[in-house]
């Protein structure tokens, strides 16, 4: 069973960066989507970036300008640069790999802390 790990979570002030990667336990072929998602205290899970195969990005409106989604490899599919942090992106970030090898797998890493203090 191929687990996903997320890193470069951390506290950080309003205005700053961070950059968040995720590292599969081996390596994923026939990468779909990937994606990064995140869930606050009391909030349900939500969108906060994909990006396909062909490179097509979505983001949430919220997060428009200011985070860049990136693919990398089979062993580090997705990454999350973001800027311009806010105490509102204060979440827990999980990322996302979708596999269509013979049939569709859904992956999702346990998650790392994103603390924006203002």
């Known amino acids: 069973q191929v687990r996903l790990v997320e890193s470069g979570g951390g506290l950080v002030q309003a205005g700053g960066s961070l950059r968040l990667s995720c590292v599969a336990s081996?390596?994923?072929?026939?990468?779909?989507?990937v994606g990064w998602y995140r869930q606050a205290p009391g909030k349900q899970r939500e969108l906060v970036a994909t990006i396909t195969s062909e490179g097509i990005t979505n983001y949430a409106d919220s997060v428009k300008g200011r985070f860049t989604i990136s693919r990398g490899s089979a062993k580090n599919p997705v990454y999350l640069q973001m800027n311009g942090l806010k105490p509102e992106d204060t979440a827990v970030y999980y990322c996302y790999v979708q596999s269509m090898m013979v049939s569709i797998r859904n992956y999702w890493g346990q998650g790392t802390q994103v603390t924006v203090s203002s």
């Open positions: 081996e390596t994923i072929f026939s990468i779909n989507v």
